[in-house]
C-alpha cells in the first residue's frame, strides 16, 4: 500500500478530497498534510445532502493526535456551499468528524 493510500484511509478521505502533498519534519518533529479538491468539485450541502456549487472557502488547519513522536497537522480550504434550499451552508469535512465519541482532530 502506498503511504498515501494509508493517510487517504486513515482520514476517512472520500472524493473530491484528495492528498495534495505531505510535509515531514523530523528535526521538528513535525507531520503536515495538505487536503485539496479539485476545481469546480460539488459538495453535500449539510442540511439535505444535495450536491451544491461551492460559494467561497477558507484555508482551516486542524491538530490531530500525535503520529508516533510526531505532531500531525492536516490543513484545507473548506468550502462554503450555497445550497438552493438552505442558502450558504459550511461543508463538513470527513476528517472532523467523530466516529468513537472522540474527535481525533481539534481545529486550531
Ligand atoms: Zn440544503
Known amino acids: 500500500m502506498r503511504t498515501e493510500d494509508l493517510f487517504h484511509k486513515a482520514l476517512s478521505l472520500a472524493p473530491p478530497w484528495e492528498i495534495a ?12 498534510i495538505s487536503l485539496t479538491a479539485p476545481e469546480g468539485s460539488a459538495f453535500a450541502c449539510p442540511q439535505c445532502g444535495a450536491a451544491c456549487a461551492v460559494h467561497d472557502s ?13 505532531q500531525a497537522f492536516i490543513t484545507a480550504r473548506v468550502p ?7 442558502g450558504i451552508q459550511p461543508v463538513e469535512v470527513p476528517w472532523a468528524r467523530s466516529t468513537s465519541g472522540t474527535r481525533a482532530f481539534v481545529r486550531v
Not at 462554503?80 to 438552505?86: M, Q
Open 58 to 70: 477558507a484555508e482551516k488547519t486542524w491538530r490531530h493526535l500525535d503520529f508516533f513522536q510526531y
Open 80 to 86: 462554503r456551499v450555497l445550497c438552493p434550499s438552505h
Open 21 to 32: 502533498r505531505f510535509q515531514f519534519e523530523a528535526r521538528q518533529h513535525r507531520l503536515d
